[in-house]
């Protein structure tokens, strides 16, 4: 940890101490009464809930967060030219970087796609990517990339302004940079590759578990918030049904659900929070989808472990950021490997989100371990195997009392005409202490995120 950063941290403790802890409850307060919520589905049931909100910040130094953005801005120039390349051209499949069969068998590769280039050739329009911070060399590493829907962007947005009406002394005493700059980043994405016409957010509806965002987003940045029922498509032509019946054309759609359910006629035949002909407006070019459809394949986790090279082949550079260690079972070297130590690894199912499919070698039984290492063979292509990274503890405020929790730090990137890195993001911090899956799907809660300048 940067000297510097500890003396922010300081100043930030010594305010810390001098408040009242009632405000804290009137905070919280707040954030109920304004429905700042992450829903959950567990066990078949929809539960509504407000997303757990912690008052203490993670502050970053921002000389360090620089050195963040910079690789942030690589690896997603990087990316974007690998799903160009992987939908045209091919060529580094064809050179044999990645395994043909590794992309055909990944869950969102949509072939149907090949050939198709979307407007000025963004692909990545909007991401999300995930990382922490090792203890052990004092890095931050990147644990995966979320290149399709990546939400929670508005949970910081939502409260910063509430944070600085509750603690001024923290914005008067401190150099935190603003983070209103996003909904212009947004906005900046969808009418630069705009076809003509409005911009709207396309929603699953209120039972989605980031409605909360669909509806925040759209409306800072000005955009129509739709269900699929308020959109037609007219000879190839998206357009919005307002409530008067008029139909206005739509340009740009930021789309808040999978390529699955995007299209009934294309895709997922019985959703019914698609909209019938929208891949054929797209393909037709006179739409723009934001992200690009099947971007999944880069959010595949086995593709991941390929990213360092997509860095060298597309851009000549040295990736800025490390991946965890990560252990192909595809590879019979890896396959080696992960049977050796797989009691010291973290197994996740490529396919898999927000926190499903991992599991932790060192809480499961010698029996439990010998399955896992029977499931992996027959299966080489499904899991990923990664060192358990030690990643720091962030102070939370839980029960009335400081405790640490383990935490992550999702980044946002926002590509237009260049790449733009958020100077805040969404820390996201385990409720029980141990548990390392911090991920809001599981329960977890959320911190602001304070970029600071000395």
Known sequence: MLKSENAIKEEFWKIFSSQDRQKIKDFRKHMDNFAVNFNLYKDGNFIERSLPFDVIPRIIEKQEFQKIQQGLEQR????????????????IVKQGLIPREFILQAKGYVKEMRGFTPPKKVRTHINGIDLVKDTKNDEWVILEDNLRVPSGASYPLSIRDKYRKVYPEYFSKLKINPIKQYSSYLKNALDYVNCGGINVVLTPGRFNSAYYEHSYLARIMGAQLVRADELVVIDKKVYFKNYDGQKILVGSIYRRLDD???????????SLI???????????????????????????????????????????????????????PYFEKDMRYIEEHIDKLVIKDVAEAGGYGVLFGHTMSSIQLEDL??????????????????????????????????????????????????????????????????????????????????
């Open 373 to 454: 290492k029977t499931l992996i063979k027959v299966n080489p292509r499904r899991f990923i195997a990664q060192e358990l990274i030690e990643f720091y503890d962030e102070e939370c405020y839980i029960n009335d009392e400081l405790t640490p929790r383990k935490a992550d730090f999702r980044a946002y990137v926002v590509m237009a005409e260049d790449v733009k890195v958020w100077e805040c993001g969404l820390t996201r911090y385990a409720i029980d202490a141990g548990n390392y899956l911090v991920n809001s799907s599981q329960g977890g809660g959320f911190k602001d995120t304070w970029v600071v300048e000395l």
């Open 76 to 91: 997603i120039l990087a990316l974007n030219a690998f799903l160009q390349d992987l939908y045209t051209d091919e060529k």
């Open 274 to 328: 698609g909209v019938p002909y929208l891949v054929e407006a797209y393909l037709a070019g006179n739409v723009a989808i934001l992200n690009s459809i099947g971007n999944g394949v880069a959010d595949d986790k086995g593709i991941y472990y390929f990213v360092p090279q997509m860095i060298e082949y597309y851009l000549g550079e040295k990736p800025l950021m490390r991946n965890a260690p990560t252990y192909l």
């Open 260 to 270: 699955d359910f995007l299209d009934p006629k294309f895709f997922e035949p019985e």
